[in-house]
């Protein structure tokens, strides 16, 4: 069940190497959404104004269908800042609710300092993402998760690592370093610019999965990372400095929450 007015879709597809790649498109070409809307209403536009101040309901109004069933007494209580309701606060209540908003982000911003940081200089959400149950009314997890990416999966299903590099640097993993997988798991390295964004390149050097790695001898992995080609498993940095993103889809759940990479080591 839906219980907003948008929806958003993923679907992600493994492939065993480029051989399948005529045929995944096909798959893709074939997914369609059904019986949808002759209609669709545009996703509200994100105003960073309006998302932290007491205009911050407008857009949960537009978006929401209903409260959730479980949390049906909080959005009662939240009707008094016009949740589902239409009220006309004062100047002294809307500074009030505004001092609440200004506090509010302050202790996710200090909280996902601290919920966050792996070590090693990776930053993760292995236990900030799930579902209703495992939050279980946990709110300042569910705000860090929002705070640090939305959309975040399960640890069962997904889980995302995050370090910045700067220049020639090294990643090496040994073989008890890899991410803990299930068998059916994978894992992949990612880079991107110092703003997240991937950059093109005249390499195509973009992402490493554990399928096309090379292993050392010992099992374990070695990653260079500079903006010349290199043997071997290497990404091309597209600035001096940038971000390298390690996913890592159906973890053990019993071992994930404690994984933290190995570091990088400047060469």
Do not use: C
């Not at 279980?136 to 910045?164: T, V």
């Not at 008890?176 to 390149?201: E, K, Y």
């Not at 091309?236 to 390690?246: G, H, R, S």
């Amino acid at each position: 069940m839906v219980e907003t007015d948008h929806a958003v879709i993923v679907v992600r597809i493994d492939i065993a190497d480029e051989s399948e790649l005529p045929r995944l498109r096909e798959i893709m070409e074939a997914i369609k959404v059904v019986n949808a809307p002759a209609e669709i209403r545009p996703y509200p536009a994100y105003d960073p104004d309006q998302a932290s101040s007491p205009g911050f309901v407008n857009v949960v109004n537009d978006i929401l269908i209903r409260a959730p069933e479980a949390e049906t007494d909080l959005f009662s209580r939240w009707s008094a800042i016009g949740m589902f309701h239409d009220v006309d606060l004062t100047d002294e209540q809307q500074a009030g609710v505004q001092a609440g908003i200004n506090r509010a982000l302050s202790d996710i911003a200090e909280q996902s300092k601290i919920a966050t940081t792996l070590g090693n200089g990776w930053i993760g959400a292995t236990t900030l993402f799930g579902t209703r149950e495992f939050l279980d009314g946990n709110y300042m997890n569910r705000a860090i998760g929002a705070y640090f990416g939305l959309w975040g999966n399960s640890k069962e299903e997904a889980n995302y690592f995050l370090a910045f590099a700067q220049g020639d640097s090294t990643l090496h993993f040994g073989p008890d370093d890899l991410p803990p997988l299930l068998d059916v798991g994978f894992w992949s390295l990612t880079i991107h610019d110092a703003d997240m964004l991937v950059r093109p390149n005249e390499f195509d050097s973009y992402v490493l999965t554990m399928n096309q790695v090379e292993h050392d001898d010992d099992g374990g992995v070695t990653v260079r990372f500079s903006r010349h080609r290199e043997p071997g498993n290497w990404l091309y940095t597209p600035n001096d400095q940038y971000a390298v993103l390690l996913r890592a889809y159906q973890t053990d759940p019993g071992r994930i929450s404690d994984y933290v990479p190995p570091a990088f080591t400047n060469r």
